[in-house]
């Protein structure tokens, strides 16, 4: 017999409403009740529907955290709310919680959204395989179990867009193609069955949209309801890049070649330096920036660029591990 026992806490909720058909502008409505352990954010939504609201719309389907369906967001926090636990998100935020949709600028009906910007750069990268088959062909086409493991679990992504409305990058650049685009189509850079490799790499280069404008955040990964990690799969991109020879000479490309110089020069990061690397004679728009960050100590002349005590094996690890040369 269980011995695990139920508590109860009186919580707070701050929901966000809207009904783009009526409301010029959106509001919040509190909802104070009793929320037992046991419950999940799913739970809570339920609820309100049902006891204070029929109204109050959201999306939900399997409750088992497999269609991505009920992603919203709790306290500015993208989640599943068929997967979070009540008791986890008392205990990050306390009994005040908000309950917001993936994005307010594309809210429809409280917390549904319009996932029309989502599902069109989902489909600009070409999320599934490509290959030159025989018809009728004599045998299956193999992989092998190191092969399959390529894939990273890129392939256990669910869709539901929680990386991709909390991405920074996606809110201010709306060619920006998305942590949950970019792991989908590592899916199939990996794959060793599809023949678009280079293509596909081609476009994911590409400025404005592509992988250069990824700000490395991790919010991709923190928010992740299946763990896997956008922000790996768009790292394995970047070497897909350079080690298919697709890469070409940009601000984006110099900045990741410098890092690795001036790691290998002094073990440590020349900010000044990498900067110059990276923009060349661009750099004199960010003299005013720079003379700040002399004055605050962040960056230092290059004579003054301190020596890592540990360089020669900092420079063992970076020969190792470098395969390509741009």
Not at 193 to 202: G, K, V, Y
Request: charged letters at 25%.
């Amino acid at each position: 017999m269980s011995t695990h026992s139920i508590t109860t806490q009186k919580v707070n909720f701050r929901v966000f409403r809207f009904n783009a058909g009526d409301d010029y502008l959106p509001y919040y409505e509190n909802y104070t009740m009793e929320v037992t352990s046991e419950e999940v954010v799913l739970d809570i939504l339920n609820r309100i529907k049902w006891d204070f609201d029929g109204s109050f719309s959201y999306r939900r389907s399997c409750r088992h955290g497999i269609c991505g369906a009920c992603a919203i967001k709790v306290n500015g926090r993208s989640t599943l709310a068929c997967k979070e636990s009540m008791t986890t998100m008392i205990d990050w935020f306390g009994t005040d919680l908000t309950l917001e949709p993936l994005s307010i600028k594309r809210a429809v009906k409280d917390l549904i959204i319009d996932k029309g910007d989502f599902w069109k750069k989902h489909d600009a990268i070409h999320p599934y395989l490509i290959s030159h088959i025989d018809e009728h062909p004599e045998m299956e086409c193999a992989v092998t179990p190191e092969q399959a493991d390529e894939l990273n679990d890129a392939d256990l992504c669910i869709q539901c867009g929680a990386c991709h409305y909390a991405c920074p990058v996606v809110e201010v650049n709306e060619d920006f193609f998305g942590p949950a685009a970019f792991a989908k189509a590592y899916r199939f850079e990996a794959d060793v069955r599809d023949d678009a490799h280079i293509t596909r790499l081609e476009e994911l280069h590409e400025e404005k949209q592509g992988l250069w404008d990824c700000v490395k955040c991790f919010e991709c990964a923190e928010v992740c309801p299946k763990e896997v990690n956008p922000i790996d799969k768009i790292t394995k991109l970047h070497q897909m890049l350079f080690k298919e020879g697709v890469a070409t000479s940009n601000v984006a490309t110099r900045h990741a070649v410098g890092f690795k110089h001036s790691i290998a020069k002094h073990g440590v990061l020349d900010e000044g330096g990498l900067v110059l690397y990276s923009e060349g004679p661009a750099i004199i728009k960010h003299i005013p920036v720079a003379l700040k960050m002399f004055r605050k100590g962040k960056i230092v002349m290059p004579w003054a660029i301190p020596k890592s005590d540990n360089l020669d094996e900092i420079q063992q690890l970076i020969k190792s591990s470098s395969t390509v040369k741009f």
